[in-house]
Structures are given as C-alpha cells and as structure tokens.
C-alpha cells in the first residue's frame, strides 16, 4: 500500500446522515460536498449520501464535475454565478446556482437560457453580511425572479448562520427571526441550519437544513468531539515508520534545531508532512497513534516527514503503522485545537499525493 493514505469510511457517512435526519426529522437534507467534500473524496461521498434530498457545492466547476461523474440528485451551488456564460452552463447540466445579488436578477432578465433554472434559491443577508440581499428587499426581488421566464418553480430562501456554533448565542435567533417572517409572509421554503444549528438549534431546521461538517464525523463545537456527538469519523490518516534511529542526549532534531534530546533517544520517521496536509503548527505539539499508544511529535513538521520520540516504544519499527487523527484517542478536533486552526481546515487541505482509501465499515 502507498502511503499516507486517508482511510474513508463510507458506512460512518451514511450513520452521520442518518443522525442528521434523526435531529431533523421534519426538514430535508441538502448535503455539503464543497471543497472535495472536506478533503474527503467528492465522488465516493456522492455515492454514499445518495439518500440526501439534494447537494450543495460551492462552484460552478464543482457541480459539473459531479454530473459528468452521473451524480442526479439536484446540486445547489452556494457561490452562485455571474455571467451569461455561466448560467448557461448552469442551465445545460441542471445545476442550481444561489441568487444574491441584484446584478444576478437583472442579468436572468435579459438573458435567454437553454431551459428554465429548476430548484431555486435566493440568498438573504440575515446578519452574517458575506453573501445575500438585505431581508426588506426580498419581495421585490422574488417578484422579478418569479416573472422571468428563466426560472421555473417556486423558489426557495436560503441563509446562514454567523455564529451558530456558539451554543445560546442571542445573534443565532437575531438571523432566524427575519427569515421566519419572510416564510411566514412569503410561503416559501427556507434553508438555513448548518451542522452546529442542526444539533443545537431546532427552531432553525424549518423546510431544509444543510449540514456540511457533522456528515464528516466532526464536531463544529469547540467543546465536544464528533464521537461525544454520536457521529462517526469519516476520516483516518495514517501512514507508516520509514526510519528509526538513536540519537545521544544534546542532539537536535530537524530544521532550527527546534527539539533537543534531554537524554539518549530513539526517533523514528513517518512519511508525512506539511506537503501532505499535515499542519506545520503541529510541530513539537502534536502525537500520533503508534502500537495502541500516544507518541509525540518531536522537531519541526517537514514537507514530507515527521519525527518521533520512540523512547517509550522502543519495539517500533520500519513498517508499523502510524495513524495521525481519525480515533477517539486522537480526535482530528483536538489536532485541530493543538493547531490553533479548526477541523475544516485539517481535512480540507490533505492534498491529492494522499491516496483515499475506501472501506464500507
């Protein structure tokens, strides 16, 4: 086997799905995918989230990508598009794209699109002030949409959450009020729940939610595992031992010389590294899975190659497997916060020369 390998585990996706509709029973489900499904192997995630009531990306090379892979269900791409070109290339392959600007409204009133524009959404600024048109302009703008021959089907109201994974948080409910008078005023669907307001914040789920993270395994609270949620980690990164030697008290390890023996130690050498995805501020903070225990990581992260302090392991050897996150004693979360960075950016950034590994449990 090449290593580093990202093993997926598909049957951890569709458990994670399937927690998903147990907090949000009444709500369909538009599953995140974006970015290569966090790192994950968009495709292989596709498949085993079929049972999503539809998809989110971010762009609109990320939905045509999936449909010329045979993914069907309908695809929502959340950063919209703004050009005549790309609206059309959005109608030829069904793709979804947000409305969330007026220039977007008033370019569908003066194009002609191959086929109308199926399953709709417009972006309401309800307080995170990224994307979306303020709440008060939202009639105006529908009746524009609704009478271009563009678009077809009502269209739905989407939303997002600034700071949903602060539990009890009074901004959460200043974004949810706006948009429950715009479905109570409008009778339109509205999505706004991500995976923390999935697991925090019923009153939030209304017609669609659209988790992203917690379908990965991975907890979007800083207090609290993905496992301490009843998710399942997706993801386990490991790789193994490519070397092992000894060094004498007062020799430094790698780059700077940013570890130093206290006394005679075994280092092993595991082949990852920053050019891998494995976060740098690791370095001299972090440990990996060896043996059934915990072993720190010692000398600055290279591109390619981490080191060991073997000194409590010293039967290590070439060969053995080294898992870096993806388990309840080495939870990507905790990684995360030895990083000083969050969970989506570790899973995010693991590069292609990481082979994906697929199993079904």
């Not at 105006?140 to 949409?145: F, Q």
Request: net charge negative; glycine share 8%; hydrophobic share 45%.
């Amino acid at each position: 086997m090449a290593f580093p390998v990202a093993a997926i585990n598909l049957a951890a996706l569709r458990h994670n799905l399937a927690r998903v509709r147990e907090f949000t029973p009444d709500s369909a489900v538009m599953s995140v995918i974006k970015a290569d499904a966090y790192g994950h192997g968009v495709l292989a995630v596709a498949e085993a989230l079929a049972d999503s009531d539809a998809f989110a990306v971010a762009r609109l090379s990320e939905g045509i990508a999936l449909r010329q892979q045979g993914v069907k269900q309908p695809i929502v791409l959340l950063e919209g598009v703004n050009s005549e070109a790309d609206f059309i290339a959005a109608s030829a392959y069904q793709l979804s794209p947000v409305i969330h600007l007026f220039s977007q409204i008033q370019l569908l009133q003066t194009i002609t699109l191959p086929k109308p524009l199926t399953f709709n959404w417009l972006m309401i600024d309800s307080g995170m002030h990224r994307l979306g048109i303020a709440p008060a302009q939202a009639p105006a703008a529908l009746a524009i949409l609704q009478a271009c021959g563009n678009l077809t089907n009502e269209i739905g109201l989407m939303s997002h959450f600034a700071n949903s994974d602060l539990v009890g948080d009074k901004r959460n409910q200043q974004q949810l009020a706006p948009m429950q008078s715009l479905r109570d005023e409008l009778g339109l669907a509205v999505c706004m729940a991500n995976s923390a307001a999935v697991m925090s914040y019923p009153d939030s789920h209304l017609d669609w939610v659209r988790p992203g993270l917690m379908l990965y395994g991975i907890s979007p609270f800083e207090d609290k595992t993905g496992t301490e949620l009843g998710l399942e980690p997706v993801m386990q990164l490991k790789t193994e031992l490519i070397a092992v030697y000894d060094i004498d008290a007062g020799e430094e390890v790698g780059y700077g010389g940013d570890w130093t023996a206290e006394v005679p130690t075994r280092i092993g050498v595991a082949s990852i590294g920053y050019g891998d995805g494995y976060n740098r501020h690791l370095s001299n903070k972090s440990a990996v899975w060896l043996r059934g225990q915990k072993v720190p990581v010692v000398g600055r992260i290279s591109m390619d190659t981490i080191c060991l302090n073997l000194n409590n392991l010293e039967q290590a050897e070439i060969g053995d497997e080294v898992i870096l996150w993806g388990m309840p004693e080495l939870p990507v979360e905790q990684l995360a916060q030895l990083a000083a960075t969050i969970p989506y950016e570790l899973v995010t950034v693991i590069c292609r020369r990481v082979h994906r590994e697929l199993s079904d449990g």
